[in-house]
């Protein structure tokens, strides 16, 4: 019915458009309990990830302007807002961007910056074989801690 492979393949060469941008700031719209976009802005653009279909695999969507913080308008229920975590990056640039996961499988995004080699944002579809009750077409948002040696330094993942 749909060509996953071929949405996959577009979702991965929209992220070219973003590697080599410093990103500003990250905004999430929020509805109720869920995390339903992703907005990276960048100094020449924002860009919003978001599901295609039914969040079963997920694209980038390049802006013309960031959307305003609060309540959007034509519901009570979603909200613009910025996202606390990820505030690690900003500031920074996207060096390398990859394309994780498959379709129905989790798949999403993950972000590697200047400056941070051991964390990556990553940004995913809910859809896994273990998706939580009670989401649906939503985002699963994350940061990799990646460990390089520990042996030597008896040093334990954070």
Known sequence: MYDYEQM??????ALASIQGRILHRVL???VGHEFNVVYLIT???AYAVQGRIGSEVLVIVPMEQPPSLG???NTSMAIVK???PFSMFEGRR????????GAWNGHGFE???EGQPNRTLIIQSIYTDAKPDGYEDCLRLGIGNYVFDTESEGVLPA
């Open 8 to 13: 996959i393949s577009e979702a991965s060469e």
């Open 28 to 30: 999430v719209q929020e």
């Open 43 to 45: 100094e020449v653009g």
């Open 71 to 73: 309540l959007l308008s």
């Open 82 to 84: 910025p996202f606390r």
């Open 94 to 101: 996207i060096v390398q961007g990859r394309s994780i996961g």
């Open 111 to 113: 972000l590697s910056f």
